[in-house]
């Protein structure tokens, strides 16, 4: 019995996210950077954050495998690092923001993948972006 248990506690550990700390203010104001291209918009079609639709809704984006938010077209990098297991998660998050493309290289180990969003957050700022996006959808 003490097995089962220890197992149970076990798997519920590994199948938890790793998160980076952040802070959720800031990040709520660094989003309105990220506005341009992405919303948040939650299961019930309500705007939680308004923007634009060159990028994927970043609702419930932590969890998500990549390049998997149903009906958008997603460049060929991030389809690979999806298919090689990328699964969202804000330290993941908080690194690819920095230089999206670089990020891409390194996980997929192609130096020709390549991220359709030109946007780096310079200066630090994606810890707190990623916490802001665990934020709105708990």
Not at 57 to 76: C, D, K, M, Q
Not at 83 to 97: D, M, P, R, S
Not at 110 to 134: C, E, I, R, T
Request: proline share 4%.
């Amino acid at each position: 019995m003490k097995v089962h248990i220890l197992a149970a506690i076990t798997l519920m550990a590994l199948s938890t996210p790793v998160f980076a700390s952040g802070n959720v203010a800031k990040g709520a104001t660094i989003f309105h950077m990220c506005q341009a291209c992405h919303s948040i918009i939650g299961p019930n079609g309500k705007a939680i954050v308004r923007g634009g639709k060159i990028g994927p809704n970043l609702y419930g984006v932590i969890g998500r495998r990549a390049a998997s938010e149903p009906g958008f077209h997603y460049g060929a990098g991030i389809i690979e690092a999806g298919k090689k297991g990328l699964v969202w998660n804000q330290k993941e998050i908080a690194t690819y923001v920095k230089d999206p493309t670089k990020y891409l290289q390194q996980y997929t180990g192609d130096k020709g993948a390549h991220s359709n969003m030109p946007f780096k957050l310079q200066g630090g700022g994606g810890a707190d972006v990623a916490a802001y996006l665990a934020s709105v959808a708990h």
